[in-house]
Nanobody, 124 residues
């Protein structure tokens, strides 16, 4: 089982930036695909960005392409989500999650372990 701890959420004005971090422990990090999900009130949880174990292959939903960047530091067992040009519709609880490296890491069903989430609020 993987333990995940997110940090970096907060309140920001539209157009601003935030960087989320997620520290992982409990399994060999390079054997994990990692993802950032978000869930807004009344909506389903959605995969925002994912990064494969090797750190090269990434995935983004269309609404964040060009604004968000996912990255990982395998030496620190940590992933990041740099969020720029934030919009009020980005407001949600953001969750870090881990999937086995043998999955694609591009579907919510791939993910077995979840962090507790961090709130991101974008004011207009």
């Amino acid at each position: 089982q993987v333990q995940l701890r997110e940090s970096g959420g907060g309140l920001v004005q539209a157009g601003g930036s935030l960087r989320l971090s997620c520290a992982a422990s409990g399994r060999i990090f390079i054997w994990l695909n990692m993802g950032w999900f978000r869930q807004a009130p009344g909506k389903e949880r959605e995969l925002v960005a994912a990064i494969r174990s090797g750190g090269v292959i990434t995935y983004y939903i269309d609404s964040v392409k060009g604004r968000f960047t996912i990255s990982r530091d395998n030496a620190k067992n940590t992933i990041y989500l740099q969020m720029n040009s934030l919009k009020p519709e980005d407001t949600a609880v953001f969750y870090c999650a881990a999937a086995d490296y043998r999955t694609t890491g591009f579907k919510i069903e791939d993910y077995d372990d979840w962090g507790q989430g961090t709130q991101v609020t974008v004011s207009s």
